[in-house]
């Protein structure tokens, strides 16, 4: 399964309500994950199961999506949100998206 | 807590071999599953392969097969990835992960390979 990820790169400013979005090659039946990876850092789970939240995650991150098309919503943009941000599926195999790069205007 | 320390960063020749290791705290390895991945800085994650270590069982993408071998010691809970015939491609980072039903929570920090002579 190949994931797309749009936007490749996204600037926004500090409280904006931000949208990422991923888009499967084939159903993903909601085997989908988010990863955010700093600078020279490994990537850190966010969210599993298009919506479930990791323990330790600010509420601030959500996902929802079905079928082969999947969002990850930051509702009030922080400065240490900056990143870049990988989906996941495991459904069939194990792939990751390109990435959408987050930046601060 | 679950901790995963990866070997320090490698310097190789072309056409050599390296082997890294991921040691585990923090949970039961010997009944874990453990997954290695390559990054290439700047861009995506590949998934390499997964070992079971109860039985050393592995399985792989088939992108990797013939270029990484996945072992275990159960004795010191700790995971390799043996990567051979290195080319300046091979060159990147590379991360050990432990699974939880198919998505991975907790990652080593990742050890730099450069292939270059």
């Known amino acids: 399964i190949q994931l797309t990820q749009s936007p490749s790169l996204l600037s926004a400013s500090v409280g904006d309500r931000v949208t990422l979005s991923c888009k499967g090659s084939q159903n993903i039946n909601n085997y989908l994950a988010w990863y955010q990876q700093k600078l020279g850092e490994a990537p850190k789970l966010l969210i599993y199961n298009t919506n479930s939240l990791q323990t330790g995650i600010p509420s601030r991150f959500s996902g929802s999506g079905s079928g082969t098309d999947y969002t990850l919503t930051i509702s009030s943009l922080q400065p240490e949100d900056v990143a870049t941000y990988f989906c996941y599926q495991y459904n069939n195999g194990f792939t990751f998206g390109s990435g959408t790069k987050l930046e601060i205007k | 807590q679950v901790k995963l320390q990866q070997s320090g960063a490698e310097l190789v020749k072309p056409g050599a071999s390296v082997k890294l290791s991921c040691k585990t705290s923090g949970y039961t390895f010997s009944t874990s599953y453990m997954s290695w991945f390559k990054q290439i800085p700047g861009q995506s994650i590949e998934w390499i392969g997964m070992i079971y270590a109860g039985d050393g069982g592995t399985g792989y993408n088939q992108k990797f097969k013939g270029k990484a071998t996945l072992t275990v010691d159960t004795s010191s809970s700790t995971a390799y990835m043996d990567l051979s015939s290195l080319t300046t491609e091979d060159s990147a980072v590379y991360f050990c992960?432990?699974?939880?039903?198919?998505?991975?929570?907790?990652w080593g920090q990742g050890v730099m390979v450069t292939v270059s002579s």
């Open positions: 992960a432990k699974p939880t039903y198919g998505y991975f929570d907790y």
